[in-house]
């Protein structure tokens, strides 16, 4: 087990209802005026718009209101809501959505409190020191992002999505309603599953062991979430199905499955490259595609890891542990396909001739490798990408 | 899955050499004065005493100190502590300890915001509404309580140990260094590992189901201090055990394996009334006789759900349910005397006559019952004490 540091201090309310308790949440912290940021018009359709801004109003708290946040969410539009945040002064900010207007929200959040360009953050070139709270009323299981430190941004001008991790990027509270994920659909529901899974398994498959407790957690994770993705398809409104995926999906990434662990999110690099390149991309259908091909690619380096997996979570059990390991991908490639998941690049349209640019992406250039079991330079990046045509 | 609130805000540093770092993790929280609260001079002996005053004395924190918390902590320290702390302005309390000098530290922390007389909080006459912030390097896998909400203190003129739960009971931050605990003992690592199993048992016994993402961390958590418990009876030193000890002790009481679960703590209720009245049983002891007496007076309300624990976590299969469930809480029993903890009251010279007295300070008296998959009244908990002889 490695040293680690463990800091999820997000207060999560979670349950049937709970969004509707928020003007009093939020005058519980004694803000007075919060931006509120969210995504389609999907919101308003639904009622839940109204559910919010009614608990708001009648608790007092004056509302500016950033509605338009896209999915993989562009540095314009934080740019702009960082602008109005500090015109207005706002005291919070607070995301109704899912992980893109988290996400968002938490840019915005450290924007406000610099003079620096976001997307500096973004890269990495600066490090945060301050930021606005954030709280949010999740609307889809999948990014973790109500738990997590990890912020994602994408640059339309540079073709480049980028991810940083801040102890200033945790929300101060979550509300956690799996009833307001109902009408998710099954394309949706399915990419929350892959997304869920990538981030237990990221922290999962790395070099050092033994680590079993954590072991174990992740793989409850798991087990939990491929099963609740089965209920799923049947019954969109399974509310235990919805629960479980919910939780799971900020358990995930808290930090929890990574606890004593390397943490890399390898794959997560390559899929960042992929929707940076073509924004039609789901994160999670993105994933589907490059988990079991970059599994391939590296369970060699650690059979016995991969073995554990296959036994643990697939219930496979082989002569040795490398088949045992290639069954294990095997099944959950599998699961994906049962989750109606694209298994490859062409089902998005895409053909053979981007693996180098997308390589070239992801290695900004040829400037860095990946790490995760082995060294993944431009051409190990390059093979992955491509054997996914 | 029932709603909850979950919130385990403490910052965990977990590793080797982690308690030198305590100066400045001090210095970073802006404290120039601190209490400092321990048990035995043992801390002294081992040299964490002087590592820890050189680490605090280095980044020039004045530390007021608060030797001699007793196992089963006394309301009467605290309240010394409570005046001294007022007396010196101090901003936080540290505990170096487990789970007496912590509990000791943060009832402390909340009666030095308060007029009130700290006992009022243990009956739960009054609810804190403030406290100092509490950090601890932790000593001890076992109570939990470096991440819990509770806090536990004996009033040895009304022999009545008492607990209760707050927010304010949570520590702001906690050093775990798996190292320290080298040198608990084979009886005390004994006790942290049963107290450890029974934090996570008492809320995966409850009545509300499903909640099989809960279940399956509960049992990861079970599995994994079993086999640590072993590991460390042939080898007290092993860092990988006393590591899945300390981690699990965190994760047994913070709240996870509670998520969308009733939480009676029932048992608990039946060993305080134990350890209140005999102050030299340990915790943990007096919850290995108890856990199984109590499991065989209820098991039958919900025979499934033991026999999901014996199946899942010792491993066996029977014909039907009940049988399967009786067989789990033997292997659970068979277990605890591995362990080398006493299974009957006997072992502690106590004899049936007690029973009475027992189950009187359980129900106050009469005045309530004990709530977990039946209503424990006065006679029911008389038999459970009644068959540990």
């Not at 500090?86 to 996400?103: F, H, R, T, W």
């Not at 360009?117 to 301050?130: A, E, M, Q, Y």
């Not at 738990?147 to 101060?172: D, W």
Request: proline residues 3%.
């Amino acid at each position: 087990m490695l040293d680690f540091l463990y800091h999820a201090p997000t207060k999560v309310y979670f349950g049937k209802e709970k969004h509707k308790e928020i003007g009093n949440i939020v005058k519980g912290y004694g803000y007075r005026t919060i931006m509120m940021q969210y995504g389609k018009e999907s919101i308003k359709k639904s009622g839940l718009y109204d559910e919010v801004m009614n608990s708001l109003r009648e608790h007092e708290i004056t509302v500016i209101e950033m509605g338009g946040v896209e999915p993989n969410p562009k540095v314009s539009f934080v740019r702009e809501a960082i602008k109005v945040a500090k015109e207005n002064k706002v005291e919070m900010i607070l995301a109704v959505g899912g992980g893109s207007v988290i996400d968002a929200s938490k840019t915005t959040a450290v924007g406000a409190k610099t003079d620096y360009d976001i997307w500096d953050f973004s890269t990495r070139k600066r490090t945060p020191s301050d930021a606005l709270p954030v709280g949010c009323i999740l609307t889809l299981s999948a990014a973790g992002s109500e738990m997590s430190s990890s912020a994602v941004l994408t640059n339309t001008e540079l073709n480049m999505k980028r991810g940083f991790n801040s102890e200033f990027n945790r929300c101060q509270f979550a509300i956690c309603n799996p009833e307001l994920t109902y009408t998710v659909n099954r394309y949706q529901t399915a990419c929350g599953i892959v997304d869920i899974m990538a981030h237990t398994m990221e922290r999962y498959f790395t070099v050092c062991e033994p680590t079993d407790l954590t072991d174990q957690i992740a793989e409850s994770i798991l087990k939990s979430v491929v099963a609740a993705g089965r209920v799923l398809m049947e019954n969109p409104c399974d509310y235990e199905a919805r629960a479980t995926m919910m939780w799971a999906s900020s358990l995930s990434h808290n930090d929890l499955t990574g606890c004593g662990r390397e943490n890399t999110l390898a794959v997560h690099q390559l899929e960042h490259a992929l929707s940076g390149e073509f924004d039609f991309i789901a994160h999670g259908a993105g994933l589907a595609v490059l988990f079991p091909a970059w599994a391939r690619t590296v369970f060699h380096v650690n059979p016995s890891r991969f073995a554990q997996f296959a036994r643990r979570v697939w219930d496979v059990e082989q002569e040795d542990d490398e088949t045992t390991a290639l069954m294990g991908i095997e099944r959950m490639e599998a699961f994906f396909k049962e989750m109606e998941m694209p298994l490859t690049l062409r089902e998005f349209g895409i053909d053979e001739s981007s693996a180098e640019r997308l390589a070239e992406l992801c290695t900004f250039g040829k400037q860095r490798t990946v790490k995760s079991y082995i060294e993944m330079d431009f051409d190990v990046i390059k093979n992955i990408f491509k054997s996914c045509y």
